[in-house]
């Protein structure tokens, strides 16, 4: 094929550069092309995902075989496939590793020699590494731009495995160079094959003598000597957040160590029914509200008072004081990650401790967005926060903010942020928390259903007349709380607490929205009443959202009577309509 025959299964936006043409690849969410097509320099075309993904797995993606990409005699001649640059710390280029297909590798140092004699060798993307204090370190470079894809720090060195019980071809000097780069711990993913075990216990020997910490992940769902690797494994379904979750919970590597051991068969075990009875029960943070571990979302719409309820809520954990009845169940300091406003959260915890009487109290705030789309940057939020405290929470406020570059709307990213955000509260031992918005209509939160699904805990608030009312629509262990209205109250000092609604929420007088409903359903409807559909069109200066908790109000008033599926308006003191 040539490459405008290729170019033809790549529907989308296309940027042309020089020779090259980039267009959105079907393998990840690409928001902007990032997959180069061109000519190879020997016949055929060369395609580059510079995301990461296999060549092989885009052109199956789009009908296409590797066949496609060569020679139009049918590949008669090896065609360039794809090319890895090997640069120094500063980015300098010592020399390319140029794959072939049918497979095959070459060297091509960048002084233009035959050879890599007097060349410096490195590990691969050696320049990404500086800071980094986790790496992992997989068998070869697309593996590892397949991590980087997903945010998590990488590399390999330049000839991977040796086969038939050779010499290692992992050298002292890569693992020098990471701890040159500020690296102190290693989580090695192997081929799942003999020579991919052999070199992963290679290079766990080489890091472990120049004294970083060691893990070995054998990736669970590979076959025995089957020759999968780490891109394998992600082409199956899973993500980012299970493989941090293999790297935490895998042991520390040691000289003794058997990397061929199946991944964790050492520690499964089955439960029987008495066994299992016996487990703990989940526990709560604050009673019958929030879970003491997992991952809550709080949301509702610009003005429902949600950075105020998270101050008074982290309050309440902090001190231990009951929050609107509920027992902290578990008090203890809480951390707020201030993505948007960090002097809009102090006016209004500050309004909660003056009106509190506590004059200090452990919430701490981390002034900027943390990245939950970023394993690096929750890994280095960890470094930071780890042992500081006894964490209960972490609040990430807002959503929007801490997926900054995402689309609230895809799947993806929604899978990602939530299992980050989870990712924390594993690693602290505590509730994960998020702050959302909720959708044009008020209906729920905005964006991918992904996020209620990841979810253990969603609770929504939304203002209604003249007050914000608490509804809790998932609770993955328990039954939602009951619906409860809270209302603003100014503080003296300055900034807003919430307390509960006074009885006048039902007994008072009727707010300006209750009026307008109630008189709209008398005036254009009589006796004849209406479905609440009808009803809530006639109404359209109302909001749905507040409508619906209008009617129920109007009703708990006993000024509004439903029979059936339709709603009648009761004259003022009626006990019924006509």
């Known amino acids: 094929m040539t490459v405008a025959d290729v170019l033809a299964h790549f529907p989308g936006p296309r940027v042309r550069s020089g020779a090259t043409t980039k267009v959105t690849c079907p393998c990840h969410a690409d928001q902007t092309p990032s997959l180069a097509i061109a000519k190879g320099e020997h016949g055929g075309v060369v395609m580059t995902c510079h995301a990461g993904c296999a060549t092989e797995t885009v052109v199956a993606a789009v009908g296409l075989t590797m066949a496609d990409l060569m020679n139009g005699n049918g590949a008669s001649r090896p065609v360039e496939v794809a090319r890895?640059?090997?640069?120094?710390?500063?980015?300098?280029?010592?020399?390319?590793?140029?794959?072939?297909?049918?497979?095959?590798?070459?060297?091509?140092?960048?002084?233009?020699?035959?050879?890599?004699?007097?060349?410096?060798?490195?590990?691969?993307?050696?320049?990404a590494l500086a800071e980094e204090p986790r790496v992992f370190v997989a068998e070869g470079e697309k593996d590892v731009d397949r991590l980087w894809a997903l945010h998590i720090p990488a590399t390999c060195n330049d000839s991977g495995a040796s086969e038939g019980g050779k010499a290692p071809k992992w050298r002292d000097e890569y693992s020098r160079q990471l701890t040159a780069a500020g690296c102190t711990s290693v989580v090695i993913?192997?081929?799942?094959?003999?020579?991919?075990?052999?070199?992963?216990?290679?290079?766990?020997?080489?890091?472990?003598?120049?004294?970083?910490?060691?893990?070995?992940?054998?990736?669970?769902?590979?076959?025995?000597?089957?020759?999968?690797?780490?891109?394998?494994?992600?082409?199956?379904?899973?993500?980012?957040?299970?493989?941090?979750?293999?790297?935490?919970?895998?042991?520390?590597w040691s000289p003794d160590a058997?990397?061929?051991?199946?991944?964790?068969?050492?520690?499964?075990?089955?439960?029987s029914f008495a066994e299992l009875l016996q487990q703990p029960d989940p526990a709560w943070l604050v009673d019958g509200i929030l879970p003491a571990r997992g991952l809550a979302v709080l949301y509702g719409p610009s003005g429902a008072a949600k950075t105020t309820c998270i101050a008074g809520v982290l309050g309440s954990i902090a001190t231990g004081r009951p929050w609107f009845g509920r027992s902290i169940l578990t008090p203890g300091a809480c951390l707020y990650v201030a993505a948007?406003?960090?002097?809009?959260?102090?006016?209004?915890?500050?309004?909660?401790?003056?009106?509190?009487?506590?004059?200090?109290?452990?919430?701490?705030?981390?002034?900027?967005?943390?990245?939950?789309?970023?394993?690096?940057?929750?890994?280095?939020?960890?470094?930071?926060?780890r042992g500081q405290q006894t964490w209960?929470?972490?609040?990430?406020?807002?959503?929007?903010?801490?997926i900054e570059g995402g689309q609230e709307n895809s799947g993806e990213v929604s899978q990602v942020a939530a299992g980050l955000a989870r990712r924390v509260g594993d690693a602290l031992s505590c509730l994960a928390g998020i702050v959302h918005h909720s959708n044009a209509q008020g209906t729920r939160e905005r964006g991918?259903?992904?996020?209620?699904?990841?979810?253990?805990?969603?609770?929504?608030?939304?203002?209604?007349?003249?007050?914000?009312?608490?509804?809790?629509?998932?609770?993955?262990?328990?039954?939602?709380?009951?619906?409860?209205?809270?209302?603003?109250?100014?503080?003296?000092?300055?900034?807003?607490?919430?307390?509960?609604?006074?009885?006048?929420?039902?007994?008072?007088?009727?707010t300006t929205g209750q009026r307008k409903a109630l008189d709209t359903l008398r005036q254009s409807f009589g006796h004849g009443g209406a479905t609440k559909t009808e009803w809530a069109k006639a109404c359209p200066d109302i909001a749905d959202r507040t409508f619906y908790r209008i009617a129920e109000n109007l009703q708990a008033r006993g000024r509004v009577q439903q029979r059936g599926a339709r709603f009648y308006a009761l004259a003022d003191g009626a006990d019924d309509v006509d």
């Open 340 to 385: 948007e406003d960090v002097a809009g959260f102090k006016v209004r915890l500050r309004a909660w401790t003056v009106d509190a009487g506590v004059p200090d109290v452990a919430v701490w705030t981390f002034p900027q967005a943390v990245s939950l789309l970023e394993p690096a940057a929750v890994e280095r939020f960890l470094t930071l926060v």
């Open 189 to 252: 993913v192997p081929d799942e094959d003999a020579p991919g075990l052999a070199h992963a216990d290679a290079v766990a020997r080489s890091c472990h003598a120049a004294g970083l910490t060691v893990r070995v992940v054998r990736l669970p769902g590979l076959a025995p000597d089957s020759k999968q690797d780490t891109a394998d494994w992600l082409d199956a379904g899973h993500d980012a957040h299970e493989l941090l979750a293999l790297a935490d919970a895998a042991p520390e």
């Open 448 to 510: 991918h259903t992904g996020l209620r699904g990841s979810a253990d805990t969603m609770i929504s608030l939304a203002p209604v007349d003249d007050t914000i009312e608490v509804d809790c629509s998932k609770q993955r262990n328990g039954p939602p709380f009951p619906r409860f209205h809270l209302r603003l109250r100014p503080q003296p000092a300055g900034g807003c607490i919430l307390v509960p609604a006074t009885s006048g929420h039902i007994d008072g007088p009727l």
């Open 84 to 127: 890895y640059p090997y640069r120094d710390e500063h980015g300098a280029l010592l020399y390319e590793k140029v794959r072939l297909e049918p497979k095959r590798f070459y060297i091509a140092p960048a002084n233009g020699a035959k050879t890599l004699d007097g060349v410096r060798r490195v590990i691969y993307r050696l320049d």
């Open 258 to 271: 058997d990397a061929t051991t199946a991944p964790g068969a050492s520690d499964w075990r089955l439960l």
């Open 392 to 402: 209960r929470a972490v609040v990430f406020d807002t959503y929007a903010a801490s």
